[in-house]
Nanobody, 127 residues
Framework: VQLVESGGALVQPGSSLTLSCAGSGGTLDAYAISWFHQVPGKKREGVSCIELKPDSKYYSDAVKGRFIISTDAAKNTVSLQMNNLQPDDTALYYC?????????????????????WGQGTQVTVSS
C-alpha cells in the first residue's frame, strides 16, 4: 500500500488543522494506521492510531483531548483533526500502516512498527 499525507501548513497557536493520509494499492481498513511526528534531531514520536476491526483509537498523552483520528472508507483515507495547536506540535507528520501488528503502545518501544510509510507533511505552529 502507498500512503500520501497532506494538509500540513503554517498556523498560529490555538488554531486547528486537519491532516489526511490517503492510501492506494490497498484498503486502509485492513491495517492499523498510525500518525507519528518528528522534529530534526529528535526521536520519532507516536501521535494517534486507529484500528477499524475492531474500532479502536489511541492517542499519545501529549495530544489526548486535542486531536481526533478518523477514517473515511469511501475515500480510503485516515484523517487527523488537530485542535488548539501549540508550538510544541511543530514537526513533520507521517502516517504509517501495519497489516500484522495492532496499534503500537506509545509508551513502549515502537521503533519497529509500520511496514508502510508516507513522505510526511510539515506542520509549523508559530505566531
Amino acid at each position: 500500500v502507498q500512503l500520501v499525507e497532506s494538509g500540513g501548513a503554517l498556523v498560529q497557536p490555538g488554531s486547528s488543522l486537519t491532516l489526511s493520509c490517503a492510501g492506494s494499492g490497498g484498503t486502509l481498513d485492513a491495517y492499523a494506521i498510525s500518525w507519528f511526528h518528528q522534529v530534526p534531531g529528535k526521536k520519532r514520536e507516536g501521535v494517534s492510531c486507529i484500528e477499524l476491526k475492531p474500532d479502536s483509537k489511541y492517542y499519545s498523552d501529549a495530544v489526548k483531548g486535542r486531536f481526533i483520528i478518523s477514517t473515511d472508507a469511501a475515500k480510503n483515507t485516515v484523517s487527523l483533526q488537530m485542535n488548539n495547536l501549540q508550538p510544541d506540535d511543530t514537526a513533520l507528520y507521517y502516517c504509517a500502516a501495519d497489516l500484522f501488528r495492532p496499534c503500537p503502545n506509545y509508551r513502549g518501544d515502537y521503533s519497529q512498527w509500520g511496514a508502510y510509510w508516507g513522505q510526511g507533511t510539515q506542520v509549523t505552529v508559530s505566531s
